[in-house]
């Protein structure tokens, strides 16, 4: 399967606790995105890597919320001090280049007890 | 300050049937545009895509029109079958950046 991977698929976590998620991009793909998606909503922006570089973030990128891509491969996305509001879907997704359709991965799914 | 809206949340149509799913938008630097579909659990699917230098798009069952002077498109699937029940998203992109989703739009295809 060469599609978007994303680890874990679900996580249950305490609050307070950190948290990080992996995201592997189709081989090639220079461009990965990072999104966050709650119930009855779209795909809200957090963030995007052109390779290794970050070029852009979202507001809703809190400072507990740090994205990293080392080597312009895959991806990991951490949540520190993680709080109620975080419980949402975590969905990664790759493309070739600029305007260029996105493809993406399955999710996170992140619940906060 | 939502940019794509979608404003209706759900579509019911008869299989056959002509599926007619809108989207506005207010920012008009954006000059790409796509259509997903989500089925539940599993990310989003590319669709379709429109740049603005034109304004239709067609693949298969599925065309995107565009009307740039009303900041509107429309995602037309002819003819309507059961599989194409799903959440559908438009989303919109200015100059490569980031995109845009809109909230979604649940169809419902009726055998």
């Known amino acids: 399967d060469t599609g978007v991977s994303q680890n874990p698929r679900h996580k249950i976590t305490k609050r307070g606790q950190n948290v990080t998620f992996r995201c592997d991009p189709i081989?090639?793909?220079?461009?990965l995105y990072w999104y966050r998606q709650t119930l009855g909503q779209g795909p809200e922006f957090l963030t995007y890597?052109?390779?290794?570089?970050?070029?852009?973030k979202s507001r809703l990128l809190s400072d507990r919320f740090s994205a990293e891509r080392p080597k312009g491969s895959f991806s990991t996305l951490e949540i520190q001090r993680t709080e109620q509001g975080d419980s949402a879907m975590y969905l990664c997704?790759?493309?070739?280049?600029?305007?260029?359709?996105?493809?993406f991965g399955d999710g996170t799914r992140l619940s906060i007890l | 300050d939502q940019q794509v809206k979608q404003n209706s949340p759900s579509l019911s149509v008869q299989e056959g049937r002509i599926s007619i799913l809108n989207c506005d938008y207010t920012?008009?630097?954006?000059?790409?545009f796509l259509w997903y579909k989500k089925y539940p659990a599993e990310g989003p699917t590319f669709l379709i895509s429109?740049?603005?230098?034109?304004d239709k798009n067609e693949d298969g069952r599925f065309t995107v029109f565009l009307n740039k002077s009303a900041k509107h498109l429309s995602l037309h699937i002819v003819p309507s079958q059961p599989g194409d029940s799903a959440v559908y998203f438009c989303?919109?992109?200015?100059?490569?950046?980031?995109?845009?989703f809109g909230p979604g739009t649940r169809l419902s295809v009726l055998p």
């Open positions: 997704a790759s493309s070739p280049s600029a305007n260029q359709p996105q493809h």
């Open positions: 081989s090639e793909h220079n461009r």
């Open positions: 890597f052109q390779n290794e570089a970050q070029l852009e």
């Open positions: 920012n008009s630097m954006f000059d790409y």
């Open positions: 429109i740049s603005s230098i034109k």
């Open positions: 989303a919109a992109s200015a100059y490569g950046q980031n995109f845009v």
